[in-house]
Nanobody, 119 residues
């Protein structure tokens, strides 16, 4: 059973930065496609960024390209989301996800961490 624990959320002013971490346990981390999703109040959950097993071929939502970076440390079983130049519209609960493929149909999810960006 995969377990995911996010950390690093908080309150930040617009233009600031945060780094989210997601600790993975229960299976072989390097076999999983990892992603970050977010859900704002009244909106559907959306993918923010994803990274495959190798670390290459990352994808990003258009709204965060150039501002967010996703990375993984297979030795530490951890995936990171570096968020720079944060905007109030980035405010959401951010979720870490793990799946054997990039379709997310059978993904494992973390409990989420709140990110609030004040204007």
């Amino acid at each position: 059973q995969v377990q995911l624990v996010e950390s690093g959320g908080g309150l930040v002013q617009a233009g600031g930065s945060l780094r989210l971490s997601c600790a993975f346990s229960g299976r072989t981390f390097s076999r999983y496609y990892m992603g970050w999703f977010r859900q704002a109040p009244g909106k559907e959950r959306e993918i923010v960024a994803a990274i495959p097993w190798s670390g290459g071929g990352t994808i990003f939502a258009d709204s965060v390209k150039g501002r967010f970076t996703i990375s993984r440390d297979n030795a530490k079983n951890t995936v990171y989301l570096q968020m720079n130049s944060l905007k109030p519209e980035d405010t959401a609960v951010y979720y870490c996800a793990a799946d054997g493929s990039s379709n997310w149909y059978r993904a494992y999810w973390g409990q989420g961490t709140q990110v609030t960006v004040s204007s």
